[in-house]
Every structure is written in C-alpha cells, then in structure tokens.
C-alpha cells in the first residue's frame, strides 16, 4: 500500500529526520571522544571488575545499531553476525567480558563506522510513520539513547581507572539564588508516565493518573556540606542510622565516606574526578553515594527519601495548570540554562546555578547534575506491555533494584526527560547518584 503524504506532513517528516541525524550524531561525537582519548591498552583493559572493557561498549554499541536499524527497520543483511553473542548483554558478565574474543580498537572503530553509514542510508529512505518500530522515528531515537546510556557507563568508567587526567570540560555555572528549605505538595492526582512521547521507553508508559498524599521534598538536592554534617556527627558508625542490610554493606564495603573522597593530614576532605583532585566543594550536591548511605542520611536528618511518584509528581505537575510537563520548566528541549545535562561539565553544579529550570512549584535541579535514588523498587505501570523486548526492562522488575530520577550531569538530554526511569542495585555507587530528601506532612500543614 502506497501512503500519500501532504506538503506539511512532509515537512514535518524532514525536520523529524533532521532532529534524528542530529542526535545520532551528537551520540557518536561524545562515543568517540570518551574512546579516542585513550590508548588500546586502557581501551581492552578491565578498570573494575563491575564495568566492561571501554572497547566492548564502543562494540556493543555498534552491534545494537547493527540489530536495530540496518537489519530489522532497515532490512539489509548483517554486517557482523558472527559477533552477536560477543556483545549481548546477558550473554556474559562484566567480569567476564576481558577473556571474550573482542573486536580489537581498530576493528570496533571499523566496525561502528560502517554500521553507521548503512544507518545514514537507512534513514534517508525510512518513511518514519507506519509500525509500531518506526513510528516517528522510535527506533531511531531508542538507538540514540542506548548510545547515550553507554557514553554515561563509559564516563562512570573513565572515573573509576586510574592514571592521568584525559577528559576536559569547563567548570559549572556558579550559583545564581539561594535554594534551602522544602516545597510542600499539595495531595491529588496528577498523570504519571506518557502516552504522547514518541520516544518514550516501555517502562515509562502507559500514562496513569496517581493519587499522591500530600507531602513536602527538598527544594535541592542534598549538599556535601550537609553530608558532612553527617559524617561528623558519626553517620558511618550509628548502626542505628542504618537499614540492617544496609549497615552489613556498609561494614563489609568499609564506606566511610562518598566513593572518591579522601581526606588529608589536616582533616579537609578531597574528591577525586577524573583524574584530578579538589576540595569537596561544600555547595554542590553530593555524588556517588549508594542508595544505603542515603536512606542512612534520611534517617539522620529525621526524613525519608521521596518515592517514585512523589519525586515525579514535584518533577513534572503543575499545580497552577494541573498539567504533567515533560520537564520541570515545561516541555520545551534542555537548555544549557535549564539543565546541567550532556557532559557538558565534569561535576554537579552549585545548588542554585540553574534557576531557571525549577519547577513551577519551586523545587530546583531535579534534571540533570545527579541521578537521584527513590524510596521505590523498579516495577511496571498497570496496563504495561514490553516493547520493543522484553530484555530492555520487564526482565528487572521485581528484582533488587531502586528507581533512580531524573539523569546527571553525564545523561544526555534525549535521555532525561521527566519520566525516564534509571534503576541500579542499593549498593552501586560508581553511578552518578546523590539524592533529596522528603517526608510525611504534620496535621497542620494538610
């Protein structure tokens, strides 16, 4: 059957296909930037034994490009079906990955490039309409954001090796208000997840509408120098602070404070980013913690963390309108004044430093500078169907696994909308994580 198209719809289906050369591109700018920086040896090596070998993601993500776009939207025949197994996920653990027989650096780069170019061919004829797949431009935009997903795992790894800095980026905005206090939010209704986001995920959808008590969250994340707070009032040895599963990981990990910090002769603490050492800069908010040191500190700050729904609901409602946003601000795109998304810096910014992307109620950086962990376990919305596989999520649900929200300063903006959900084990910390805090309302303030 031929589909006739108007002029607008046309139009639109040209500025659909500009949009997705453009992320695609965006993507493999950052993957080469995050590969071409090293030298094979620090490419094939395993830097923690929880993270691939960088030279595996820079494959992967060339063979589900492969699997995606070239052969199943696009039709063509495979590229490279001898590598299949080498680079499916649930094939082989991380730990595992070092003895496979991988594609060399030269053979990835080879490999990804012309994968790529099949893909600028399959774009150019895609229709982007029709299927469920290509319906405005689905896979493409599903493809864009595994991409970025494994630019962020791959900037996670680039912390955890050691040796000498090789990644730049100017440093953060400074802070423009000051942000202290909680926002109290109102109890009702309000719609959870999407049914209108061409790119949502599987789990993101079906749109729902919520019934939340009304509740009060943190209008910013929580700062190192409140989590110092912690620590000097003993917060790593108070098992009394702690879940009991919690405090046996923090006994057996030895956490004594966020992963990359140390602290000198002299008391003062430091962080180690990518290479190079500061001060722990007090205003910022605090990074690379595990869903257990934050659940501790919620305890000791006489809070709790935010569930999924409310941490959404502060992220997306607008109270004035009774609209769910895509975004805090809105629904238009990130901007480098809403958001500190895209590696665009190498840290959190300041609390503060992005006014302008505070929500309607006015609950500030709930985008980008850290991922923030929930209360809530990874679990399907009612009326949930898996698509486009099963692998991408319904695999996890019901596993041991906590929500995080709204990306960090090393997630992309395709990636990072109001309802994407991240999920990680409590224990991780190698994840840019920090968390805010929430809590019940007292009578009076209902």
Same mark, same amino acid.
């Given at each position: ?56 993601? !820079? ?9 995606? !776009? ?84 791959? !900037? ?11 990644? /730049?980026?100017? +440093? ?48 910013? +994340? ?123 810096? !190498? ?45 991408? /999520? ?53």
């Amino acid at each position: 059957m031929t589909i006739h198209l108007s002029g607008t719809d046309r139009a639109e289906t040209e500025r659909l296909r500009e949009r997705i050369a453009e992320v695609l591109a965006r993507a493999r700018t950052r993957t080469i930037g995050l590969t071409d920086c090293l030298d094979e040896a620090e490419l094939v090596a395993q830097h923690s034994r929880i993270m691939s070998p960088l030279v595996w993601d !820079l494959a992967h993500i060339g063979n589900q490009e492969e699997l995606w !776009l070239v052969r199943d939207v696009g039709g063509r025949e495979p590229v490279r079906a001898d590598i299949d197994e080498l680079y499916d996920a649930f094939k082989h653990a991380r730990a595992n990955r070092p003895a496979l027989p991988l594609l060399s650096p030269v053979e990835a780069r080879s490999y990804v490039g012309t994968v790529r170019d099949k893909v600028w061919d399959v774009l150019e004829r895609s229709p982007l309409h029709g299927g469920d797949l290509v319906a405005e431009g689905f896979a493409f935009g599903m493809i864009a954001q595994h991409e970025q997903q494994h630019d962020e795992t791959m !900037l996670a790894t680039h912390q955890l090796r050691t040796g000498e800095a090789v990644l /730049s980026a100017p +440093p953060t905005p400074a802070s423009r208000v000051a942000v202290r206090g909680e926002i109290v939010i109102p109890a009702g209704e309000f719609t959870m997840g999407t049914d209108t986001d061409p790119w949502a995920l599987d789990n993101e959808r079906p749109a729902h509408q919520v019934y939340v008590p009304g509740f009060a969250i943190d209008a910013a +994340p929580v700062t190192n120098e409140r989590y110092l707070e912690f620590m000097a009032d003993g917060g790593y040895e108070r098992p009394e602070l702690w879940s009991e599963r919690g405090w046996a990981h923090r006994v057996e990990a030895g956490l004594i404070a966020p992963q990359f910090w140390e602290q000198d002769g002299g008391g003062r603490w430091w962080r180690r980013s990518f290479g190079t050492m500061a001060p722990v800069r007090p205003h910022q908010p605090v990074v690379h913690v595990c869903w257990f040191e934050a659940e501790a500190f919620a305890t000791w700050a006489g809070k709790r963390l935010p569930t999924e729904r409310e941490w959404e609901k502060a992220a997306r409602f607008d109270p004035n309108t009774g609209v769910s946003h895509r975004y805090p601000w809105g629904d238009d795109e990130p901007s480098e004044r809403t958001a500190n998304l895209g590696q665009r810096h !190498l840290e959190p910014a300041d609390v503060g430093a992005y006014p302008e992307g505070a929500s309607p109620s006015g609950v500030h950086q709930l985008i980008g500078d850290v991922w923030e962990w929930t209360a809530s376990g990874f679990e399907p919305y009612p009326g949930f169907r898996a698509f486009p596989y099963r692998e991408y /999520s319904e695999v996890f649900f019901g596993g041991d696994y906590k929500v995080l929200r709204g990306g960090s300063f090393g997630a992309d903006a395709v990636a990072s909308r109001g309802t994407f959900r991240n999920w990680d084990h409590p224990i991780r910390r190698q994840i840019f994580s920090g968390f805010r805090l929430a809590r019940d309302l007292r009578p009076e303030e209902r």
